[in-house]
Structure formats: C-alpha cells, structure tokens
C-alpha cells in the first residue's frame, strides 16, 4: 500500500454505530439478550475520558457500547477479550440493565440475567456516569 489512505470512519467508532440512550435504554426494557463479538478493556475517548468499549450483536447487527471505565468493567472486558482470542465467536446471553451505585447513581452494566426492565428517565437522557449526550 502506498500513499495516504483515508480514515474513513476509523474515527467514529470503527465503523459502528454507538449504542445511544434511547437504545440503552429500550435495549434494558425490553430484556434483549445480547452476544459481545469484541471488547476493549480500557481507552480514552476524544474528550479524555477513560471508557471501556463492547461490541455487541443484537437482532444481527453489531454496535458499540461504551461505558465509564471502572475495574470491574475493565475485569469483564479482559476476560470476554480472553474468551474470543480463544475461538469462542460471542459471550452471551448477557443483558443491560440500569444500577444504583454506591453514591446512589444510575448507571448502566452487563450482567447474566435481565432486569426488571425498569429504567429511569433521567438515566435514558444520560450517560452512564450522567453526563447528558
């Protein structure tokens, strides 16, 4: 290869559409199962955040889901990243469901069973560390 190669859309997501707050937020409704085809344990964002990234596949589509990098989702990105490079081609079933944190935030996280399908308003207009979109 020669020559300048455009980043097309390297940038925005590797080419993925982002999971966004309405699809947050209808995704924990609705108790959708999820499959997680790839996962980056700890990056930063164009704003200088620290996030960990999931790719997730939902209905045959893949879509990032990014989320305020903590150990715990740092832990669950490594092992998902473990189990891939091991020829596994998904980890799931797994759910999206909306938590209270210790200081009593809302916050988004995977886990091994649905939700209670709640989701607060608030929560669905924000990110999961409630920083509006």
């Known amino acids: 290869m020669s020559g300048n190669v455009a980043p097309g859309d390297i940038f925005a997501g590797g080419g993925l559409p982002f999971v966004n707050a309405e ?3 209808e995704l924990a ?4 199962p ?3 085809v790839g996962a980056d344990p700890r990056a930063t964002n164009q704003f200088g955040d620290e996030e960990t990234a999931f790719v997730i596949r939902t209905k045959g589509e893949d879509y990032k889901l990014t989320l305020s ?5 740092e ?8 189990l891939l490079a091991g020829g596994a081609e998904s980890v799931g079933p797994v759910y ?9 935030q809302k916050a988004w996280a995977l886990a091994n069973e649905p939700g209670d399908g709640t989701v607060e ?3 669905a207009a924000t990110s999961d560390d409630g920083i509006p979109f």
């Not at 409704?29 to 959708?32: L, Q």
């Not at 990098?69 to 989702?73: A, G, L």
């Not at 832990?75 to 998902?80: L, M, N, S, T």
């Open 23 to 25: 699809m947050k937020a």
């Open 29 to 32: 409704r609705t108790k959708t």
């Open 34 to 36: 999820l499959g997680i």
């Open 69 to 73: 990098h903590n150990d715990v989702r």
């Open 75 to 82: 832990r669950q990105a490594k092992a998902i990243c473990s």
């Open 96 to 104: 999206l469901v909306q938590v209270t944190t210790k200081s009593g």
């Open 121 to 123: 308003a608030q929560a």
